[in-house]
């Protein structure tokens, strides 16, 4: 950049780095290990661990087994659901050594519904059904099918042709005919020779599909975004480290973006050792996995935490609880750019390490990250989440008449990148719709850029509430997280209650309390706000105590949609329900006026 910026648009093209179109995923695998570089896999809810020269000698089985079924590269999809093991990892190298699409999609209840109507977006051919989350999804995905039945025939998913089961933990012995032991799969792939491996991943195209990611369905239901060969691949080439010391991440049944994306670093080498947390057990109590968490981190010399900030914040609590003696570690990810300076401080304290931001979305990966440079002006820059946008990519921030809008003035990012989608999956119009005429895509969040191209994020468009009376537009993000940690808050989700045109939006809280606890007052809770740097344009209007918020279809996040649509229909039936006493005098002082 040759001076100051006057309008908000960074344009990071590295001509050093340049983007390679004719690039394969698997390419970047073969290349480390025929450099002689061997990672590792750990997996600390079955105590299993793989190195990468272990699961690329798997993944070449389980690939021609793939083809032996008739599996077609560039075509098929192969699917993982509800397993919590290495083998998934094997299975996702394997798809993507011959050009098979993959999916382990996240399964959310009620589970009947979310199996059916995430399956039919990508029409597996082929599944592997596992023992996760207690058991529960192969429990569930086994009802759409007789025991009897020697080969899968179910109505409601007629397309699967071949179902296995990953008895690797926790074995149940299903008694369903049609379901065969993974293991088979490798025997079935002994009759296609090593040549016809080989030219099958010489066939893998970059246009082809690699793997199906789904949104967290915050703004309807969720989407199966599908990521090409191409975007993934140079992803991983953008990275620039090499061998970097251990890194704790997701349980691939949790999170399928993070938990591939670093197995995916380990084996192209970036990455010395990926540990994988704990899957979710009902019949393990959460302190129990906290204590195999940091356990974990402690044995296993992990030096980077790539897991959300709610997660950190567990371990943060173990280590004081249980008084665990904790060596520094070199950064943590703070699972969302909008996070507080105190939320960053407390880790910190903990950890000793950076407070590393990345932000992005699932149909873009990372788009933009904080300075990582060890200096104070650095440690600023990441206590701000000031955002530096990533090599080879165009951000703009823009008014609603898609003008890009002047530094420091509040706009829409937009985003230009290599690593975007390839499409949401059986949605044309929805893909159309995601893109601008000149290609950049609609993150739908807001922001703001400083004169040196750093950016910060403010929050959703969406969920933007314009407050007349005490400000212009108050994002809930600050308010969510500085609340959240009042001690008889369960759950909280800031919206707007109430909209007219004098005095705007109405900023109400939506509060789920705690068991078992005395309902706090207006004053408590604003003197809370104000002792955790909240302003007074960030009180509340109304107060609303709730026996349960309202999720996404696959509950990972509060759905502000549905919880706005019921506070609306409660204030309509009675328009002083939740006010707070301050806001109801407020408004009778200008009413009167």
Not at 266 to 272: C, F, M, N, Q, R
Not at 325 to 340: A, E, H, R, T, W
């Amino acid at each position: 950049m040759s001076g100051p910026l006057t309008k908000s648009y960074v344009d990071a093209t590295d001509p050093s780095h340049p983007i390679q179109k004719d690039l394969v995923l698997y390419e970047l695998f073969e290349k480390a290990r025929k450099r002689g570089v061997v990672g590792e896999v750990v997996n600390l809810e079955t105590n299993r661990r793989f190195t990468t020269t272990e699961i690329l000698d798997k993944a070449d089985g389980y690939a021609k087994g793939m083809l032996a079924l008739g599996l077609i590269p560039g075509e098929d999809t192969f699917a993982v659901v509800g397993c919590s093991t290495i083998e998934a990892v094997n299975l996702f190298t394997a798809c993507s050594a011959i050009g098979v699409a993959f999916a382990h999609p996240y399964i959310y209840t009620p589970m009947d519904i979310s199996i059916t109507s995430i399956l039919h977006n990508m029409v597996p051919k082929a599944v592997v059904v596992g023992e996760g989350v207690s058991g529960t999804i192969c429990t569930s995905f086994l009802d759409f099918f007789k025991e009897t039945d020697t080969h899968p025939n179910s109505d409601k998913l007629p397309f699967i042709e071949h179902i296995f089961y990953d008895n690797s933990h926790n074995d149940r012995a299903p008694a369903h005919r049609c379901l065969k032991p993974l293991s088979q799969l490798t025997e079935i792939g002994k009759s296609v020779s090593d040549q016809k491996l080989e030219e099958a991943k010489k066939s893998v195209k970059p246009k082809y599909r690699l793997h199906h990611l789904f949104s967290s369905g915050s703004t309807g239901k969720p989407k199966c975004i599908a990521h090409s060969h191409y975007t993934l691949a140079n992803e991983l080439l953008q990275l620039r480290a090499e061998n970097v010391e251990p890194m704790l991440t997701m349980n691939p049944n949790i999170d399928e973006m993070i938990s591939y994306s670093c197995a995916a670093w380990v084996l192209a080498g970036k990455v010395s050792k990926c540990v994988f947390i704990p899957d979710i057990r009902e019949d393990v109590p959460l302190s129990e996995s906290n204590k195999v968490i940091t356990q974990g981190v402690i044995d296993e010399g992990v030096q980077y935490l790539m897991i959300p900030g709610s997660v950190s914040t567990m371990i943060r609590n173990c280590i004081i609880n249980d008084k665990f003696d904790f060596p520094p570690i070199k950064f943590f990810l703070n699972g969302s750019q909008i996070v507080s300076r105190g939320f960053k401080e407390n880790l910190r304290e903990i950890f000793q390490g950076m407070a590393f931001t990345a932000y992005g979305m699932t149909e873009t990966f990372i788009i933009a990250t904080t300075s990582l440079y060890d200096t104070e002006e650095g440690e600023e820059a990441r206590m701000q989440a000031r955002l530096v946008v990533k090599p080879n990519t165009q951000l703009r921030i823009v008014d609603t008449n898609g003008e890009v809008v002047d530094i420091g003035k509040d706009g829409m990012v937009q985003v230009k990148t290599y690593s975007q989608l390839k499409e949401y999956r059986k949605q044309e119009q929805l893909t159309k719709d995601l893109f601008t005429e000149d290609g950049f895509v609609k993150t739908g969040d807001m922001g703001m850029m400083y004169e040196d191209g750093t950016f910060i994020i403010k929050g959703r468009t969406a969920d933007a509430i314009r407050f007349k009376v005490l400000g212009d537009v108050i994002y809930p993000g600050p308010i969510e997280e500085a609340m959240s940690k009042h001690p008889a808050i369960d759950d909280i989700s800031v919206i707007a209650g109430s909209t007219n045109d004098y005095y705007g939006d109405e900023l109400t809280y939506c509060i789920k309390l705690k068991r078992h606890v005395v309902r706090p007052t207006e004053k408590e809770l604003i003197a809370y706000s104000t002792t955790h740097q909240l302003d007074e344009s960030q009180r509340p209007c109304r107060l609303m105590f709730m026996e349960e918020l309202y999720y996404t279809d696959n509950s990972r996040k509060v759905s502000k949609k549905k919880l706005r649509e019921a506070v609306h229909q409660m204030i309509a039936k009675d328009s002083t329900v939740g006010l707070c006493d301050w806001y109801r005098k407020y408004i009778a002082d200008l009413t009167s006026q």
